[in-house]
Nanobody
Framework: QVQLVESGGGLVQAGGSLRLSCVAS????????MGWFRQAPGKEREFVAS????????YYADSVKGRFTISRDNAKNTVYLQLNSLKPDDTARYYC?????????????????WGQGTQVTVSS
């Protein structure tokens, strides 16, 4: 059974930083792309960033490009999302996700498993 457990969320002031972590278990971590989505209150869940199984390729939503960085440590079965220059609009619950193949992905249709999420709140 695949499990994804996120951590690292919290309350931060605008302009601040956070690092989210997601530990995966239940299958060969390096064989699958990993990613992050987020959902703000009253809004649909949206793609944030993803990374290929090897870590060589990444893909970002335009809204976070240049501010967020996704990375992974396959030895630790962990994917990270570094959030810098945070804005109040970044307030959301952030979900870790794993894809169907080793490729990165950008849509929910490509996701096979989800974590429970971690809350990020950015105050102005």
């Amino acid at each position: 059974q695949v499990q994804l457990v996120e951590s690292g969320g919290g309350l931060v002031q605008a302009g601040g930083s956070l690092r989210l972590s997601c530990v995966a278990s239940g299958r060969t971590f390096s064989s699958y792309g990993m990613g992050w989505f987020r959902q703000a209150p009253g809004k649909e869940r949206e793609f944030v960033a993803s990374i290929s199984g090897s870590g060589a390729s990444t893909y970002y939503a335009d809204s976070v490009k240049g501010r967020f960085t996704i990375s992974r440590d396959n030895a630790k079965n962990t994917v990270y999302l570094q959030l810098n220059s945070l804005k109040p609009d970044d307030t959301a619950r952030y979900y870790c996700a794993t894809g169907r193949t080793w490729l990165f992905f950008a849509t929910e249709k490509e996701v096979t498993y989800w974590g429970q999420g971690t809350q990020v709140t950015v105050s102005s």
